[in-house]
């Protein structure tokens, strides 16, 4: 609340305050006012057009509200203002991805990824989208270099464990959901998997244990156990 009352104090100083008015933005943002927020930051590009940190801002709160047609315009504005904006890049491949637009999302994941190698959320989002159009080998590599990065990217792991399962790779998902399992103890669908696996091998006991401790953590579990 002090971060907010001193934006909102320095607006009222000076005019035309483009630092208060994005930084209030973003503290409003931050707390769930994202009608606020736009507003501050569509005023904020009345006074400095091109600065990209605020198009990308204002898309993400567009996103966020339900409006994917004005969040891409500022998402594209951000890149033509800086196109090595990574953020912008990736956002902005989730929304041509979520909305069919594959080969486009393809390039801006990429760039992102050559500017930000280590962005692991890219890498993420860039695999999902993959597994979606039917290249499990490339999500693969994206999932795998995502964990190598970040050993305990738990959803990673969980994508990991579903496509090397479904491709007969089991010692490989089992590795995988073992390692899940040794980041985030109290993972239900790493305690799902890890029955499903020990059941495949004859292990009822284990599977059992698992599948109680899953249901345990996540009730609605349940059903698929019985």
């Not at 503290?27 to 057009?49: E, I, S």
């Not at 801006?108 to 039917?134: M, Q, S, W």
């Amino acid at each position: 609340r002090n971060g907010i009352t001193i934006f909102e104090r320095a607006l009222q100083a000076t005019e035309n305050n483009f630092v208060a008015m994005t930084n209030l933005g973003n503290n409003l943002a931050r707390r769930g006012q994202q009608q606020r927020a736009m507003d501050l930051y569509q005023q904020a590009l009345r006074v400095r057009p091109d600065s990209s940190d605020t198009h990308y801002n204002l898309a993400t709160s567009l996103a966020e509200t339900g409006q994917p047609q004005a969040a891409e315009r500022h998402y594209r504005e951000a890149l033509r203002w800086q196109p090595g904006h990574s953020k912008s890049h990736n956002n902005l491949a989730n929304l041509l991805s979520d909305t069919g637009r594959v080969p486009e999302a393809i390039q801006h994941y990429e760039e992102c990824l050559r500017l930000k190698p280590g962005n692991t959320e890219a890498r993420f989002n860039y695999g999902i989208t993959l597994a979606d159009v039917g290249r499990p080998a490339d999500a693969i590599a994206q999932f795998e270099a995502a964990v190598k990065r970040e050993p305990a990217f738990t959803r990673a792991r969980l994508q990991l464990v579903s496509l090397l399962a479904a491709l007969g790779k089991s010692s490989e998902a089992m590795a995988h959901n073992t390692e899940l399992l040794r980041h985030e103890a109290a993972s239900p669908e790493g305690h799902f998997n890890a029955g499903s696996f020990a059941s495949a091998h004859g292990d009822w006991g284990t599977a059992v244990q698992h599948w109680q401790e899953a249901v345990r953590l996540r009730p609605e579990f349940t059903a698929a156990v019985h």
